[in-house]
């Protein structure tokens, strides 16, 4: 038994999951899909619930990951501008796809956070984390000057990651990038007051 | 057979798929909770996908319904009150559920309006009815002088009512009304820039 094995499963399984949501995600598909037996997935987790709250904790590391080594280290570009390039960035990602499938982890709140306790503990950090890491990327920006905040940096970075996801939900039902442009156009044009444009 | 029956099946459905999703909620379910036989089921929808779009459409009414009566009506109260007494009643409402649930047609957008191309059809225009319903309230509140908008009442209520969306996944995430207390706060306070408060 490897962790090779059990990493196949959990992106497999991450895959399925964001297309079909997790309640409709068969154990059968994603042994199918990481080409393992079900004893095999057994031994790596205990449950379907174990592997999908393994998964929160996998794609909640990915995600620490983008927006803390984008919005947390030292970087040339203004501060509101890094911002910007970090939502450009997504927003070219989640609008390349053949499906409009959003983020992963936004799928699982809203499908499992208010049903599972133990989803919604395992989710609330995965969430701070992106709240922090926004709250960190404007803090400087306020402290640098290039945008005047009337609320903490912390309640205006968990407005913005909250709209984002529901902009996210909306790129879904429009199947555009519109929902995105105009999430960039209010956040950075209106509500952080900032003149650069990419 | 009688329209009281076919309701009852969309109704007691629009229950469970609140709660547990679309995909995870089994017709036995929608049978057992309606108190009808499988047949009957069948009487008014050819499947489970045929039920599922008219419980977009019922939904679509309830929320046409709410958000054109409470915003596009003649009222006494100056526009963006008239607004903020919208969201806040809806604050209350999704905050005093047992479980924090969120917007039944946010939910069912998030599952399927990616990967069913009837349901993203079926949900558009339910989704166009917040929008305008919003944009026609800051219409209003922006002739009368109460709001300066620097976007247009429909860009600027696009916005708002995807934000709201997201704050609905938070309100799950986090299970408390922190999420839809700060989006009234950023919306109204420094979106809108309204002084007035409830």
Redesign the interface.
Known sequence: MSTETRERILEEGARLVR???F??TGLDAILKASKVPKGSFYYYFKSKEAFGLELVTMLGEQIANAFQSFLCCEYEEKSTTRLRMFFDYFKDEFTSED????CPI??L???L???NGEF?KR??PV?SVMYDSVACCLSRARDNGETEL??SPE??A??I??????????L????SSE?LM??E??VF???LQSKEKL
């Open positions: 297309e079909h949501g309640a409709a499906l409009p499938l959003g936004g799928n709140a809203q499908e956070a208010a049903v919604r989710l609330k969430f009337n609320s309640e205006t968990t407005f990651v909250n709209s984002w996801q529901g902009a996210l939900i909306a879904k039902v429009t199947d929902p105009l999430f156009k209010l044009e209106e509500l």
